[in-house]
Nanobody
Framework: QVQLVESGGGLVQTGGSLRLSCAASGRTFSTYAMGWFRQAPGKEREFVAAISRSGGSTYYADSVKGRFTISRDNAKNTVYLQMNSLKPEDTAVHYC??????????????????WGQGTQVTVSS
């Protein structure tokens, strides 16, 4: 199992930037594909970005492509989400998640078995 703890959320103005971090416990971090998801009030949890075990492949939702960057440091057991050009519609609780299954990186909420507690991102207009 892996335990995940997010940090870095906060309040920012439109056009601003934030960098989220997700620290993972355990010595097998590199065996997990990692993803970021978000959930706004009254909406379903949605995919934001994902990264392969080695960090060599990344995937993004169309709504964040070109603005967000996912990365990981396997030596530090940490995955990051750099968020630039933030918009009010990015306001949500952001979660990191880990997928232990082998194969291609997945983007479905149901594919990820391990979740952090979430960190709030609020973008003011």
């Amino acid at each position: 199992q892996v335990q995940l703890v997010e940090s870095g959320g906060g309040l920012v103005q439109t056009g601003g930037s934030l960098r989220l971090s997700c620290a993972a416990s355990g010595r097998t971090f590199s065996t997990y594909a990692m993803g970021w998801f978000r959930q706004a009030p009254g909406k379903e949890r949605e995919f934001v970005a994902a990264i392969s075990r080695s960090g060599g492949s990344t995937y993004y939702a169309d709504s964040v492509k070109g603005r967000f960057t996912i990365s990981r440091d396997n030596a530090k057991n940490t995955v990051y989400l750099q968020m630039n050009s933030l918009k009010p519609e990015d306001t949500a609780v952001h979660y990191c998640a880990a997928d232990s299954k082998r194969g291609a990186v997945r983007v479905g909420v149901w594919d990820y078995a391990y979740w952090g507690q979430g960190t709030q991102v609020t973008v003011s207009s």
